[in-house]
T-cell receptor, first 112, second 112 residues
């Protein structure tokens, strides 16, 4: 157990729907990162939050949004889902921005 | 300039052999270079990392070699074991950004 908790582990939904993925960081970690992993694109950075504030944005679609709450857990919201959104979504956390971070086990999203 | 290129895509090594995975980057502002190991169904786990002020870092059977002038770094796994069979990702980032740019990954199979 890495200490980063992601729920749910698996999610199957239909095109056009909206889903929310949840992440609880390791105790003491203030930064949360979201990554998308697909076979053809590898691990792609989506967005980073630090202590509740958005710090960096990557190739995140406008249909996707995220937030980090006062208790430091984070949620990634994916809307108007398309078949191409099917992927593994990982959350990671770190104490600050200068060290490697710890990944959760991911949420496997399947859009049908 | 944000890319990290990783090779080979796949690698088969006999037990006891040396596994070598190479990465190249373009952005000279990168100053943190970690390697992650990922088993099926799990999130990437930090294996070893290096900063450009040293040319080599060793942790057990894992060694990172870093060539700043060539903008290349590599992972060497000595005495490879079947339990090392996994996908390995190199990555790079700039301090104070937290955002990791990942290579495409190398699937390593160690044959008994």
């Amino acid at each position: 157990d890495s200490g980063v908790t992601q729920t749910p582990k698996h999610l199957i939904t239909a095109t056009g729907q909206r889903v929310t993925l949840r992440c609880s960081p390791r105790s003491g970690d203030l930064s949360v990162y979201w990554y998308q992993q697909s076979l053809d694109q590898g691990l792609q950075f989506l967005i980073q939050y630090y202590n509740g504030e958005e710090r960096a944005k990557g190739n995140i679609l406008e249909r996707f949004s995220a937030q980090q709450f006062p208790d430091l857990h984070s949620e990634l919201n994916l809307s108007s889902l398309e078949l191409g959104d099917s992927a593994l979504y990982f959350c990671a956390s770190s104490v600050d921005q200068n060290y490697g971070y710890t990944f959760g086990s991911g949420t496997r999203l399947t859009v049908v | 300039q944000q890319q990290v290129k990783q090779s080979p895509q796949s690698l088969i090594v006999q037990k006891g052999g040396i596994s070598i995975i190479n990465c190249a980057y373009e952005n000279t502002a990168f100053d943190y270079f970690p390697w992650y190991q990922q088993f099926p169904g799990k999130g990437p786990a930090l294996l070893i990392a290096i900063r450009p002020d040293v040319s080599e870092k060793k942790e057990g059977r894992f060694t990172i070699s870093f060539n700043k002038s060539a903008k290349q770094f590599s992972l060497h796994i000595m005495d490879s074991q079947p339990g090392d069979s996994a996908t390995y990702f190199c990555a790079a980032s700039r301090s104070n950004t937290g955002k990791l740019i990942f290579g495409q990954g190398t699937t390593l199979q160690v044959k008994p």
